[in-house]
Nanobody
Framework: QVQLVESGGGLVQAGGSLRLSCAASGRASTMYHLGWFRQAPGKERELVAAISWRGGTTYSADSVKGRSTISRDNAKNTLYLQMNSLKPEDTAVYYC???????????????????WGKGTLVTVSS
């Protein structure tokens, strides 16, 4: 069992920055590939970024490419998402997810994730 707890969300003005964190705990939590998803009101949950369990491979969605960086510190069992140049359309609940399968994660297979956090709200004002 793996527990994921997100933090770092909040209200920020357009053009600002935020760093989201996801603390992982539980059996073999460092062995999972991790990703950040987001879900805006009335929209489907979408993959924002993903990182392999060793951190050697990353993926970013086109919508955030060049504005965000995903990273992980396995010594601290923590996943990060640094987001810069935030836009109002980045407003969403951001979820941390863990998967044993990199292809599931990269293909944003929501049903295929092994564990989810409860999410942290990011609101970007114009």
């Amino acid at each position: 069992q793996v527990q994921l707890v997100e933090s770092g969300g909040g209200l920020v003005q357009a053009g600002g920055s935020l760093r989201l964190s996801c603390a992982a705990s539980g059996r073999a939590s460092t062995m999972y590939h991790l990703g950040w998803f987001r879900q805006a009101p009335g929209k489907e949950r979408e993959l924002v970024a993903a990182i392999s369990w060793r951190g050697g491979t990353t993926y970013s969605a086109d919508s955030v490419k060049g504005r965000s960086t995903i990273s992980r510190d396995n010594a601290k069992n923590t996943l990060y998402l640094q987001m810069n140049s935030l836009k109002p359309e980045d407003t969403a609940v951001y979820y941390c997810a863990a998967s044993r399968d990199w292809n599931f994660l990269k293909s944003a297979n929501v049903a295929g994730m092994d564990y989810w956090g409860k999410g942290t709200l990011v609101t970007v004002s114009s």
